[in-house]
């Protein structure tokens, strides 16, 4: 199986930056896509950015301008560096990666998540 594992979420002050990282691990032979989204309290989960292995970009519409995805395909790793924070950012941010994998000697596509990282933006 693959793991998906965030970190870097915290508490901060409206304007200012935090980066959160992604890390997928296991029997992995390609990773396809790498997005991050977020659920706030009461809300739906919502898209927040996606990256493809060739390196294209989308974002929400509420992000663009002061969040940037990125990967670094040799660590199946990816970030979300986030500017210019507002309180209605505050959410738990997940990561989720579609993975090509091997199982039971095979290769099998499949989407994976993380257990989410509290972000926190006080006004």
């Known amino acids: 199986q693959v793991q998906v594992v965030e970190s870097g979420g915290g508490l901060v002050q409206a304007g200012g930056s935090l980066r959160l990282s992604c890390a997928a691990s296991?029997?992995?032979?390609?990773?396809?896509?790498m997005g991050w989204y977020r659920q706030a309290p009461g809300k739906q989960r919502e898209l927040v950015a996606t990256?493809?292995?060739?390196?294209?970009?989308n974002y929400a519409d509420s992000v663009k301008g002061r969040f940037t995805i990125s990967r670094d395909n040799a660590a199946n790793t990816a970030y979300l560096q986030m500017n210019s924070l507002k309180p209605e950012d505050t959410a738990v941010y997940y990561c989720?990666?579609?993975?090509?994998?091997?199982?039971?000697?095979?290769?099998?596509?499949?989407?994976?998540w993380g257990q989410g990282t509290q972000v926190t933006v006080s006004s």
């Open positions: 989720t990666t579609r993975a090509t994998y091997y199982r039971l000697g095979s290769s099998v596509s499949a989407d994976f």
């Open positions: 990256i493809i292995s060739g390196g294209s970009t």
């Open positions: 296991g029997p992995i032979l390609r990773i396809n896509t």
